[in-house]
């Protein structure tokens, strides 16, 4: 039962900097999406040891575990434009799995840098 409500303000607390982030965008009038600004504040705020990443260290797991719920509602809604996917299904398959192979690629070279300068840095 503890763990539930540590989740849940873990997650309360991810939401309020995707708030802020939100709160920036529309006051400043900015391109950025708000909650790419809040992912922004919070990797600052985790890289400067403001917030421990403890302090959102469960809920953020929980929503990653849970991460394909979340893309059932966009899924749904895609459905609404149906007319305008029609005719290019071809198109669009080839550009998603264009879009996941350099994911893919860019997040496994990211990573394997990552582990070599800490490799280097523990010899």
């Not at 029609?86 to 550009?95: E, R």
């Not at 879009?99 to 496994?108: E, K, P, Q």
């Amino acid at each position: 039962m503890i763990n539930i409500f540590k989740i849940i303000i873990h997650i309360a607390f991810l939401y309020v900097i995707y708030l802020i982030g939100n709160c920036i965008q529309a006051t400043l009038q900015l391109v950025v999406p708000g909650s790419v600004i809040g992912m922004i504040i919070l990797f600052i705020l985790l890289w400067t040891n403001i917030i421990k990443v403890k302090w959102v260290e469960t809920g953020a797991k929980f929503m990653v575990q849970n991460l394909a719920l979340f893309f059932i509602p966009a899924t749904v809604g895609i459905m609404n434009y149906f007319d305008l996917f029609a005719g290019k299904g071809i198109l669009l398959v080839l550009i998603v799995l264009l879009s996941t192979f350099l994911v893919m690629g860019s997040a496994g070279l990211t990573s394997q840098r990552i582990m070599l300068r800490r490799e280097r840095e523990h010899e």
